[in-house]
């Protein structure tokens, strides 16, 4: 399994729960999990990384098995993956624009547009319908 495949599963658990309950679920000490999801740490420890795949494979697994609904942004945001996008850009704009914008808004934008990502890629596609003739 691909190293950055792992370390962007990792990041994406981080920002789901918390640094030191991933860590806990993959043996490592928070301050290690922080290093290697920052690239501060290129290749943990051989016992780790196997530790990251299997939980990795694991969600995999339990997302495949589970039918596609419409998520949370779905519901809240402009229906079609090109509004709600430009929807969350025009609102973390103008977060910037204000003395009070956080230094994890970026971070928070990037996660807030993959998951929206995320969630239309789980819809199916039934594609356009065709009316029958009658004949």
């Known amino acids: 399994m691909p190293i950055e495949t792992l370390r962007a599963f990792m990041a994406q658990l981080v920002l789901g729960t ?6 806990a679920r993959v043996g490592l000490g928070h301050e290690a999990l922080r290093k ?10 051989q016992r780790s990384l196997r530790a990251m795949a ?6 995999q697994a339990r997302e495949q098995e589970t039918v596609p609904t419409a998520g949370q942004l779905k519901l809240l945001l402009p ?4 509004n709600a996008s430009a929807t969350v ?10 003395r009070k914008a956080g230094a994890y808004a970026g971070a928070m934008e990037h996660y807030l547009l993959r998951r929206l990502e ?3 890629a789980a819809e199916p596609d039934w594609g356009p319908s065709r009316k029958r003739s009658r004949k």
């Open 18 to 23: 918390s640094l030191r309950d991933v860590a």
């Open 36 to 45: 290697f999801v920052n690239r501060t740490t290129e290749r943990p420890h």
């Open 54 to 59: 299997e939980l990795y494979n694991a969600r």
């Open 79 to 82: 229906r079609g993956l090109d």
């Open 89 to 98: 850009r025009e609102v973390f704009d103008a977060i910037r624009g204000t």
């Open 118 to 120: 995320e969630e239309y």
